[in-house]
């Protein structure tokens, strides 16, 4: 069992930055590929970004490359999402997502995590 949980969400202006944490629990940090994504109001579940167990690999939605960066401390047990230039159309709930079966690369598809967070809340105004 791996326990996760989410911080850091919250209210921000267009154009403005967030930092969301993910601390895990439960079993070794580092055999587990972490990705992070987000569910806005009568939406499906979207990928965001993700990142590798060694930290070498990353991934990111087409809609935030260039904006989000997703690293990983294997030390704390944490992996973030650093938001930059944010829009109205990043609000959404975050949740953060452990794959305890990939051993390289990212996957997209929310089937392929096994343990997910609680989710926070992200709101960009306009």
């Known amino acids: 069992q791996v326990q996760l949980v989410e911080s850091g969400g919250g209210l921000v202006q267009t154009g403005g930055s967030l930092r969301l944490s993910c601390a895990a629990s439960?079993?070794?940090?580092?055999?587990?590929?972490m990705g992070w994504f987000r569910q806005a109001p009568g939406k499906e579940r979207e990928f965001v970004a993700g990142?590798?167990?060694?930290?070498?690999?990353?991934e990111y939605a087409g809609s935030v490359k260039g904006r989000f960066t997703v690293p990983r401390d294997n030390a704390k047990n944490t992996v973030y999402l650093q938001m930059n230039s944010l829009k109205p159309e990043d609000t959404a709930v975050y949740y953060c997502?452990?794959?305890?079966?990939?051993?390289?690369?990212?996957?997209?598809?929310?089937?392929?995590?096994?343990?997910w967070g609680q989710g926070t809340q992200v709101t960009v105004s306009s």
């Open positions: 439960g079993r070794t940090f580092s055999n587990y590929t």
């Open positions: 997502a452990a794959d305890g079966t990939r051993v390289y690369g990212v996957g997209r598809s929310p089937r392929t995590y096994n343990y």
């Open positions: 990142i590798s167990r060694s930290g070498l690999g990353t």
